[in-house]
């Protein structure tokens, strides 16, 4: 049985490895536009990428929001490795719990030792946050089902080869007719597509990829049509809270830089921390990171208890992204340009901000479920 002890350990683990591993690493990895993959035994040995595993399958078995806290700890050093091992954890998990038991055995060992990658595929090149349009097809046929499409701005795609992704069964069906598979990148018809190069959090390791006559194996579907549309949008709860936390991380590390910053930094005879602005500045970014954290810990929680949290884990995610764009280039402003320099996570953390207002729900599509929600209650 889980104790508030092993999630600790488990934690002072991650912040250990996130301040002596990760921290000195990733600008490096910035430059060379890739993901850290050479850390991954590392990754492994902590169970980052097994935290909600069931400990038969060799995971940790600690509840959603020890990944949660987890996923706060690492973004405070950068969004985009985390969220590679976030979706290389979320894809094992699934498999161990959803897939045929064969099939969880072929790839979950793998997955949570680092050898192998997961991503989860739902955006398309012409379908980004409307899933029920999504136009990747799966036809069945006498050796399975075959499947043609294409998929973009998926992380990890420029090293995963063991992804979920969803195809439409059934032409013109829209929800109802959507599928879950299982796709190993390494069979034939996979074609992975150049990483993308982009602003910044390169660490993602964002792409694409096509699928040219590929087969699924019967026992591949993980969700049949009818079901996988609701099982995709049951785990967005969970996502926009952890994005939510990887806000708070952010914006937590730069205050916490400019906190320190601000009483080594002489200005006019005196620190910056005794000019009455600055230290406004600084106050303002703390109990907005304060509110949003509380928010966080309530979706978790309601979530760790297998109650409905789509109201405030929206909500959470609408406000801490958006206390993240705010906060951060107030918090580098507060840096003067000192916080321009590479040894500091601002302009990581500002690109990573941005997309944190993307993944798992644009920030309108956000205001539109909330609204929903409310007009309901």
């Known amino acids: 049985m889980t104790t508030e002890t092993d999630i600790q350990t488990f ?9 002596e591993v990760l921290a000195p690493q990733v600008p490096a990895w910035e430059r060379e536009r890739r993901i850290g993959r050479e850390v991954f035994e590392q990754v492994a040995d902590i169970g980052l990428t097994r935290v909600e595993l069931p400990v038969a399958w060799g995971g940790l078995g600690l509840p959603f929001s020890a990944k949660v806290r987890m996923s706060e700890i690492l973004a405070a050093v950068d969004f985009g490795f985390t969220m590679s091992v976030i979706n290389t954890g979320n894809v094992a998990n699934k498999l161990a719990r959803e897939a045929a038991p064969d099939v969880a055995r072929r790839y979950v060992a ?37 499947i043609d499409g294409a998929k973009a701005w998926i992380t990890n795609t420029a090293i995963s080869d063991v992804i979920v992704m969803y195809a439409q069964t059934e032409a013109g069906s829209g929800a ?14 996979f ?18 990829f096509r699928l040219d006559g590929y087969i699924a194996r019967d026992d591949e579907m993980l969700q049949p049509p ?124 500002l690109i990573g901000a941005r997309l944190a207002n993307f993944v798992d729900g644009s920030t309108e599509m956000l205001l539109e479920r909330i609204s929903a929600v409310m007009r309901r209650s």
Request: hydrophobic fraction near 45%; aromatic fraction near 6%; charged fraction near 20%.
């Open 191 to 208: 074609i992975r597509e150049p990483a993308f190069a982009m602003a910044g959090q390169h660490t993602l390791g964002t792409g694409g």
């Open 226 to 349: 009818g079901k996988a549309f609701k099982a995709a949008l049951a785990s967005i709860n969970g996502a926009r809270t952890y994005i939510a936390a990887m806000s708070c991380g952010m914006v937590g590390e730069a205050l916490r830089i400019a906190s320190d910053y601000g009483e080594r930094r002489h200005s006019f005879g005196v620190p910056l921390a005794e000019h009455q602005g600055w230290r406004w500045r600084l106050a303002e970014a703390g109990s907005e990171l304060a509110a949003c954290r509380m928010m966080v810990n309530q979706a978790a929680g309601l979530l760790d208890a297998g109650q409905d949290a789509m109201l405030i884990a929206a909500q959470a995610k609408l406000l801490a992204t958006r206390m993240a764009d705010r906060q951060l280039p107030l918090l580098m402003q507060a840096m003067g340009a000192e916080g321009l320099r590479e040894e500091y996570p601002f302009g990581r953390h």
């Open 176 to 189: 109802r007719g959507i599928a879950g598979f299982l796709i190993d990148g390494q069979r034939k018809g």
């Open 11 to 19: 934690l002072q683990r991650t912040e250990r490895f996130a301040r």
């Open 110 to 146: 793998d997955i949570i030792h680092g050898r192998r990658f997961g991503s989860v595929a739902l955006t398309e090149p012409g379908a980004g946050s409307d899933f029920s349009a999504i136009t990747t097809t799966a036809t069945r046929g006498a050796d399975g089902w075959r």
